[in-house]
């Protein structure tokens, strides 16, 4: 008899991807976030100390997409594990509004519920 799951797998489709809003073009994708700030992954290294326009486009019903636009100081940079990529430590200032409820969509949504049907091990 198979054995079910306690604890519900949540899986992300896609990357959050985030782009330069000046220019539009891909910086990289959301290592981690927070309401305080954000871990970016890229194929370069940022400058330290800078301030960056950044934009997040989620996708929204019927292929509409939302913009969440903010800017962001970048605190540090490091190489990553893998190859290629890049990790860097931003800050937000002043958060806006959709950001902070993006913040609290994404934990609630990886926030690991108990199932209250699955077989105790």
Known sequence: ???????ERHQLPYYLK???R????P???IGNISR???MLISPWPMLVLAEFDM???IPGREGQQHYIDFSAT???TREDVTPGSFDSGFELADPPVE???LVAVLRQYFTFHPNPNAASA
Not at 1 to 7: D, E, F, K, S, V
């Open 99 to 101: 950001y902070l409820e």
């Open 27 to 29: 910086m990289g994708y």
């Open 1 to 7: 008899m198979p054995i079910q799951r306690r604890i």
């Open 18 to 20: 985030v782009f330069n």
């Open 74 to 76: 970048c605190r540090w």
């Open 55 to 57: 934009r997040l486009k």
């Open 36 to 38: 305080e700030g954000l």
């Open 22 to 25: 000046v220019t539009d073009k």
